[in-house]
């Protein structure tokens, strides 16, 4: 029986010569002016401003019949979770529930203009709430009107204080400016890192480090509106430890606690979790639409309370005066004091929103530019900021919906900013008498998902230690210190992770098979050593400052330390070639043995190092030295160090630094099989 013999020979090459033998591709010779002429021409001008204004290329590709239905569907049930939780969540943001309405609107209607996520449902939004709750209660604070906290969020409740109009107007008036002047930071920032291109960022942060801060988020959210659905005063808080002392502020005023508030707050979570837990999640595929139970419960709660008078009969709060009319463009009230925190904000918006946005893009099988989606919260906000709206960011139960009901375009965020402009001209006025506890409820309802992320533990500790540390450190500071917190020990336990896992990158010696041009770990392979003479590294990482000593001190650990052959001569580097299945593990035949005194000179001298480079992506100063300094150490003993597999980035890097003065161009190839067979043929 034949067999066909394929024979392939090639030269051997330094990446030097393949410069020469294939030369490179041509530098642009145009001046500035000519590149900029090049560049603006009307077609480029033109896919320009489609970019930067994706809503005009939704309504020429717009197929009506086909997408229509699926858009109105889609839109008036988000616009059904819109309208309640933006109530709620003008009150979690320490405003009124007017704010919230208006930051339902606003937002939603310039995201449809720029926006390039056909699901991203922007609006309120409970973690950025309770964030800018934080933040204008501690202006209020140096505003000096401290003691009226309680009653600034427009709400009429039989248990707090009598406050003077004038003042409770006062302060209101300011916070809502102060929050506006955080909407016009956040939109700011986000916009000039649009420009910037700075999509990238993302990547830079974790999933579980995103899980742990929305699940932070929630444990803080319901704390802030158990005293709502408790009818209980608690005093509030600013200090490290704040959540731990609500707790015990709770506690204590548990003997009070109002009955009829607590009832009405019962009923609504049972009604809530049976609607949406079990009817809605059960018969999905079945409904064209899911039952709009936080709406439903709203009108009909403000139909009871209106009608049964629950605050004067019961001593039930209710939400209060809502203004019909939209609000007066006004300028926002920016100052030193919130820039701070408002950046906080805005990389939070920017993360939960982005991240919400690239998992409908993997779900439907669309693209969504991350520096476009940039510009568009950027100008969402921006904007917004004139009407007197918080900062806006993703709903994920509100892009859930979306998702689900299949949003073709993004033309389902302009139905949903009709509905609810009609309730903020028309309707708002009719739901002053919705009890505050209905509304503790429905955000209570709408956030226990989050807390459901600790099921994601077990599985954390299972697959990466890394994620577990990152995901129980954001939560523990965020609840035993504050929320903030959470985002900075996050951020840098993120960070940490990657400097650990540089520091823990795999090392180790690769060598080439018999007959076969492949390269095998010697320690996950039991290879047979072709050619003792030849020692193969690689360490699987980048080589900087955090990572440059280790891959010295680790080749030195697989060949040997060139110091230490010198200043001990009689210390020979042999590789031990008995390949027997009792001479050992692979990664131990490499060794440095004293020279037996019967023969002075070594049974297999190494006479070449060669760095496999593949992994190399980044060199800084700290890496050159290292380079430099092998090359260096090893040369005066007889060895010769090589590179191969060389990246585009070690190329560059080799020709703009001192680099390519300090060692052999011969030595550098592009390939590895390149290298070993230079090496093999060298005497």
């Known amino acids: 029986m034949s067999s066909d013999v394929l024979l392939l020979t090639r030269s051997l090459k330094t990446q030097s010569e393949l410069y020469e033998y294939y030369g490179r591709p041509p530098h642009s010779s145009k001046s500035l002016s000519e590149n900029i002429k090049e560049k603006c021409t009307f077609s480029n001008l033109n896919s320009y401003l489609l970019a930067l204004f994706p809503f005009i290329n939704v309504l020429r590709t717009y197929k009506f019949r086909v997408y229509i239905f699926d858009d109105i569907i889609s839109g008036l049930s988000v616009a059904c979770l819109h309208v309640p939780q933006g109530l709620a969540l003008g009150i979690l943001a320490s405003l009124s529930p007017a704010y919230g309405l208006y930051t339902s609107f606003f937002p939603v209607l310039l995201y449809v203009l720029f926006g390039t996520s056909h699901h991203v449902s922007l609006g309120t939004n409970a973690v950025i709430a309770i964030l800018t709750a934080e933040m204008v209660e501690l202006q209020l604070e140096q505003y000096g009107l401290t ?72 444990i803080h959210i319901i704390s802030s509106q158990i005293p709502n659905a408790l009818g209980i005063t608690v005093q509030p808080v600013n200090k490290p430890g704040k ?67 629950l605050l004067d009969n019961f001593g039930i709060g209710v939400i209060g005066k809502i203004p019909a009319g939209l609000p007066t463009p006004k300028l926002p009230r920016v100052s030193v004091d919130i820039i701070g925190k408002s950046a906080v904000i805005g990389i939070i918006v920017f993360v939960l929103t982005i991240s919400m946005a690239r998992l409908c893009e993997v779900k439907h099988g669309y693209s969504v530019d991350d520096n476009q989606e940039l510009v568009a919260y950027g100008i969402s906000n921006l904007g917004s900021s004139f009407f007197s709206c918080f900062p806006a960011c993703v709903a994920p139960p509100r892009t859930i919906v979306l998702s689900t009901m299949g949003a073709k375009t993004t033309l389902s965020g302009m139905v949903s900013a009709v509905f609810v402009l009609l309730v903020i001209l028309f309707i708002g006025e009719y739901v002053e008498s919705l009890p505050k506890a209905v509304l503790a409820s429905i955000i209570i309802a709408a956030i226990k998902k989050l807390l459901y992320q600790f099921k994601d533990l ?156 593949s992994s190399m992506n980044y060199i800084d100063m700290n890496g050159m030295k290292a380079l430099i300094q092998i090359y260096s150490e090893y040369k005066p003993v007889g060895v010769t160090v090589m590179f191969g597999n060389s990246t585009n980035f070690m190329k560059t890097f080799i020709e703009k630094s001192d680099l390519s003065q300090e060692i052999d161009m011969n030595n550098v190839y592009a390939d590895i099989l390149d290298a070993y067979f230079a090496a093999s043929h060298k005497k």
């Not at 917190?485 to 336990?493: E, I, Q, R, S, T």
Request: charged share 20%.
């Open 147 to 218: 003691g009226i906290k309680s009653s600034l969020n427009g709400s009429t409740d039989a248990h707090c204080t009598t406050i003077s109009p004038d003042i409770e107007n006062s302060g209101l008036e300011y916070k809502a400016s102060v929050a506006a002047g955080s909407s016009f930071i956040v939109g700011l920032l986000l916009f000039i890192m649009g420009l910037c291109r700075m999509g990238f960022i993302t990547s830079y942060l974790s999933s579980s480090f995103i899980a742990a801060f929305t699940t932070t988020g929630a």
């Open 243 to 309: 959540l731990i002392y609500v707790c015990i502020e709770i506690f204590k005023a548990f003997p009070h606690i109002h009955v009829a508030t607590f009832l009405v707050s019962i009923i609504c979570l049972i009604i809530l979790v049976l609607v949406k837990d079990v009817i809605n999640e059960r018969y999905k595929n079945k409904m064209k639409m899911p039952i709009p139970i936080d709406l439903i419960l709203v009108v009909v709660s403000t139909f009871i309370s209106s009608y049964t008078q």
């Open 458 to 613: 077990p599985m954390l500790w299972r697959v990466n230690r890394y994620d577990f540390v990152i995901f129980v450190g954001t939560v523990i500071s965020g609840v035993f210190i504050d929320f903030p917190y959470a985002l900075y020990v996050g951020v840098l336990l993120c960070l940490l992770t990657v400097v650990v896992q540089s520091q823990k990158s795999s090392s180790y010696t690769i060598r080439k098979v018999e007959q076969e041009g492949r390269f095998l770990d010697q320690k996950t392979h039991d290879v047979p050593l072709c050619n003792p003479k030849i020692a193969i590294f690689r360490m699987e990482s980048s080589l900087y400052f955090a990572t440059a000593d280790k891959f010295v001190k680790e080749l030195y650990k697989a060949t040997f330390n060139p110091k230490a052959y010198r200043k001990q001569p009689d210390l020979n580097v042999e590789i031990n070639v008995d390949q027997s299945e009792n001479s050992g593990s692979s990664d131990e035949r490499i060794s440095l043995s004293k020279t037996n005194h019967e023969n002075e000179k070594p049974v297999v001298p190494l006479t070449h190092i060669i760095i496999d480079c």
